[in-house]
């Protein structure tokens, strides 16, 4: 998704694709793991979150703004690779996911400093 008919590089709240699939891949990895993940309130939890941070003032980065080099784009392809050996794929996403909403806030807590 562009951010702003692509003047600014990024987007204001996170958008509903980033949120869609934190919560789908919180389900999918909770069901990989039979369930033992997360308690059952966890997910009103993330889905809250993930709704407040729709729509929130905070500024995310477009994804292909953080991955714009391509050394960092070959590491981290090769660590999730890696990491998916030993843990479930839907762990590793879900990771990547929230790494990436982590990142966003981090900067809005940057700027507001």
């Known amino acids: 998704l562009l951010a702003h008919d692509g003047k600014d590089r990024e987007t204001i ?13 919180s389900v999918l990895t909770d069901r990989v793991y039979q369930g033992g993940l997360f308690p059952d ?6 889905l809250g979150a993930g ?3 729709m729509t ?3 500024r995310f980065p477009e ?7 391509r050394w960092l784009n070959l590491a981290l392809l090769g ?7 030993f843990f479930s ?4 996403g879900l990771t990547l996911a929230a790494g990436y ?12 400093l």
């Open 63 to 69: 994804l292909r703004v953080v991955l714009f080099n």
């Open 101 to 112: 909403i982590t990142f966003g806030l981090i900067r809005a807590g940057l700027r507001f």
């Open 56 to 58: 929130s003032r905070v």
């Open 79 to 85: 660590a999730a690779v890696t990491v998916s050996l």
């Open 51 to 53: 709704a407040i941070l």
């Open 13 to 25: 709240g996170l958008t509903i694709s980033t949120s869609g699939a934190l919560v789908t891949l």
């Open 41 to 46: 309130w966890a997910f009103a939890v993330i």
């Open 89 to 92: 794929v839907q762990l590793v």
